[in-house]
């Protein structure tokens, strides 16, 4: 059982950043390929971007590719994402989530564990 807390979400303008964090509890987190996604109300959650469980292999959604980093420490159970460059598009609910698939799986209903969402809102 994982438990995931995300935190760092808030409100800026087109051109800024944001840093989003994830906290992980329980066991094996360092065995989980992290992802986070992301929902506008009305819209189905899309993928954003996802980081193996040894921080060494991420995959990116188009949309986000050269704007977005993610990156996990291990020894503190923590998943990170940076945006920069944000867009107004980029206006979402961000969920942490945790599989137990060693892949780098865009499909939400490969994974397992969800945190509850923190809100990015980018202003034009």
């Known amino acids: 059982q994982v438990q995931l807390v995300e935190s760092g979400g808030g409100l800026v303008q087109a051109g800024g950043s944001l840093r989003l964090s994830c906290a992980a509890s329980?066991?094996?987190?360092?065995?989980?390929?992290m992802g986070w996604f992301r929902q506008v109300p009305g819209k189905e959650r899309e993928f954003v971007t996802a980081?193996?469980?040894?921080?060494?292999?991420?995959r990116y959604a188009d949309s986000v590719k050269g704007r977005f980093t993610i990156s996990r420490d291990n020894a503190k159970n923590t998943v990170n994402l940076q945006m920069d460059s944000l867009k107004p598009e980029d206006t979402a609910v961000y969920y942490c989530?945790?599989?137990?698939?060693?892949?780098?799986?865009?499909?939400?209903?490969?994974?397992?564990?969800w945190g509850q969402g923190t809100q990015v809102t980018v202003s034009s």
């Open positions: 329980g066991r094996d987190f360092s065995s989980y390929t």
């Open positions: 989530a945790a599989s137990s698939l060693r892949v780098l799986t865009t499909n939400e209903k490969q994974y397992d564990y």
């Open positions: 980081i193996s469980w040894s921080g060494r292999s991420t």
